[in-house]
């Protein structure tokens, strides 16, 4: 065939430019002039240019139905191309038969609607999967098959759409190996095209960022976040830190002691070394929180003189009242057979050595003892006892003895009150005028348990150990005794607050495995680098370190203040919380970036069977 007419034919199939002359003829003459006969090539061909077009008579929604079901039978030539089922000229020829129907409106509307469709099939069939598992109570895999689904008919982040639209684009039919490679290209490149340009723009405020205090206060919310071990972990260190209270009036708690996470506990010991300022602040906070519990302590105490008060005013009271009851003796009606044949017997019971203390105590006090059956005598012996149980209850007593003399003076008591109401008025004023006085003897017995002489540092494990019931027996004598019979129940929560203040400071300073101090001092390279979507691990890379150091270079005053602002911001836990809670994408915008990821990579994932959709 001569070159004008072969240039005629390329004109007007410019799909075909690769194919040599002979195929070229033959096949266009095979499928757009049927069984017309033509003569060999050096000959003059007849071609009936009036050919009627195979659509004309179609509705509109019909050439829209068989666009839609080429889309579908070109994805499965594709396929059937990738296995070797379909060759490329099968695929040529597939083009230049729908040529006709592609070039209507509505048959191209189709067939870009049903290409659509194809790529957002393998992903619907996931998740059909899905719900279908789900329903059948396999929970896992109903996740991993509804998860798959999403990831196929929306990538999210830049690997994995690169990953499905290079399938994509492989998946569609070509007529060539360029075809084949531009088409994987496209549906790569486009699928990750938004994710990348946020992914970008997120890199370059993350650049800026360390210049501005918005940006740095985001910054070091991140590093606190991811300290604190990120997303609901961080989220209660957050709400910890905001409901912060002082335990103890006057002690004021660090951002680990509000928080009680690990992480932010480590993360405070190593960015409050590294700041100077940071460190002597911290210093003084714990000698001033130190120093309101042990006043707290003291003010239960009443060290300021108030238990001497108490004590003398007890004394004095209870005297005149004994004194009384001493004069006015046994009451006759309650002197009967059988009382006195209690005195007796309680007479045999006691021994020389009660009867001595009782002596000397009276002989000291300028008196006489009396008989030991009137209510003078049994008043010395009462007050002999008492000396008897302090001085068992002491390092050196014996707990045995101490059982024996307390059971021996409470039924010494019993009696007396029984021979002697005013004795027995006497008690129960001596008694009332005793608890506040037995609250301060507690308190002062806890201090010299657990307050360390040299600094008056109140040590939290003796603190814990000596805060029992224990502790109200002993000072009291009186074995049935515990803490809530003794203290008030406001003073038992101070005794039990200054408790807690000592468990939270003990927590920040041990808890926690210890955070590189280079961490700290590269704030701006780190955050650079999160924001680039990288893995951590590609920090490590040969050359990796090189570049931070560069960026450090540019970064050194920003690094600086931000370490600064995070050391002394654990000192402040509403201010510790404020950054993390800047550091937190709002629900709107994390929404609208989510989503325009998931449209973005969707669309590009889609491209290449767009473009499949123009080729004739």
């Excluded at 924001?531 to 920090?539: H, I, N, Q, R, V």
């Amino acid at each position: 065939m001569d070159k004008i007419k072969m240039s005629a034919i390329r004109a007007k199939f410019p799909m075909y430019q690769d194919m040599p002359d002979d195929q070229l003829v033959i096949g266009v003459h095979r499928k757009f002039y049927g069984n017309v006969p033509f003569k060999d090539f050096n000959s003059s061909i007849q071609y009936d240019t009036q050919k009627p077009d195979p659509t004309e008579g179609m509705s509109g929604f019909d050439k829209f139905r068989a666009g839609v079901g080429k889309a579908m039978v070109d994805t499965g030539r594709g396929l059937g191309q990738m296995v070797g089922a379909v060759s490329r000229d099968d695929v040529a020829e597939s083009r230049a038969l729908d040529a006709p129907l592609m070039d209507t409106g509505a048959g191209m509307a189709g067939n870009i609607a049903g290409n659509v469709g194809m790529a957002l099939a393998p992903g619907g069939i996931l998740k059909g999967a899905g719900i279908a598992a789900k329903a059948a109570g396999l929970g896992s895999a109903a996740n991993a098959l509804s998860t798959a689904g999403g990831i196929a008919m929306a990538p999210t982040n830049i690997p994995t759409a690169l990953g499905v639209g290079a399938v994509q684009g492989a998946i569609q039919p070509s007529a060539s190996n360029g075809e084949t490679i531009g088409n994987i290209g496209l549906g790569a490149v486009a699928s990750a095209a938004v994710p990348a340009l946020i992914r970008g723009g997120q890199m370059v405020k993350a650049a800026i960022d360390p210049f501005s205090d918005s940006g740095q206060s985001g910054i070091i919310g991140r590093a606190m976040r991811e300290a604190a071990g990120g997303g609901a972990s961080a989220d209660d260190a957050v709400r910890n830190m905001r409901a912060a209270t002082e335990l103890v009036p006057g002690s004021l708690p660090t951002a680990a002691e509000a928080a009680q996470n690990p992480g932010i506990a480590a993360l405070q010991r190593t960015a409050m070394a590294t700041d100077p300022v940071a460190m002597n602040a911290g210093a003084a906070r714990q000698t001033s929180n130190n120093q309101a519990r042990l006043n707290a302590l003291r003010e239960l105490a009443g060290t300021d003189g108030k238990r001497e008060f108490f004590a003398a005013n007890r004394e004095s009271t209870a005297d005149g009242l004994y004194a009384a009851a001493r004069r006015i003796g046994i009451d006759p009606a309650a002197l009967t057979p059988e009382a006195q044949a209690n005195i007796a017997a309680f007479q045999q019971r006691i021994p020389d050595s009660v009867m001595a203390e009782a002596q000397q105590l009276a002989k000291i006090n300028g008196e006489t003892m009396g008989p030991e059956g009137s209510i003078q005598g049994l008043h010395w012996i009462k007050k002999g006892l008492d000396s008897l149980i302090k001085r068992e209850a002491g390092p050196n007593g014996s707990s045995d003895f101490l059982r024996a003399y307390t059971g021996l003076k409470s039924d010494l008591m019993a009696g007396i009150e029984q021979l002697s109401p005013k004795y027995a008025e006497a008690n129960a004023t001596y008694a009332a005028m005793s608890r506040p006085i037995n609250q301060m003897d507690v308190a002062q017995e806890l201090i010299n348990k657990s307050v360390r002489p040299i600094d008056e540092r109140v040590m939290p494990g003796m603190y814990a150990k000596s805060l029992n019931d224990r502790l109200a027996a002993k000072v009291t004598g009186i074995q049935s005794n515990t803490l809530g019979k003794v203290m008030e129940p406001g003073q038992l929560d101070t005794m039990r607050g200054v408790e807690a203040d000592l468990a939270r400071m003990l927590f920040s300073e041990n808890a926690g495995r210890g955070v590189g101090s280079d961490t700290i001092q590269k704030l701006a390279y780190s955050n650079i680098m999160n924001k680039s979507g990288l893995p951590s691990f590609m920090s490590d890379i040969p050359g990796a370190g090189l570049l931070g150091r560069f960026a450090d270079l540019g970064y050194k005053r920003s690094n600086a203040e931000m370490s600064s602002k995070l050391a002394q911001s654990m000192l402040d836990p509403q201010q510790a919380a404020q950054h993390m809670e800047k550091a937190i994408m709002s629900p709107e915008v994390e929404r609208i970036l989510f989503g325009a990821k998931r449209i973005g990579a969707g669309a590009g994932a889609a491209s290449p069977y767009l473009l499949n959709a123009t080729k004739e």
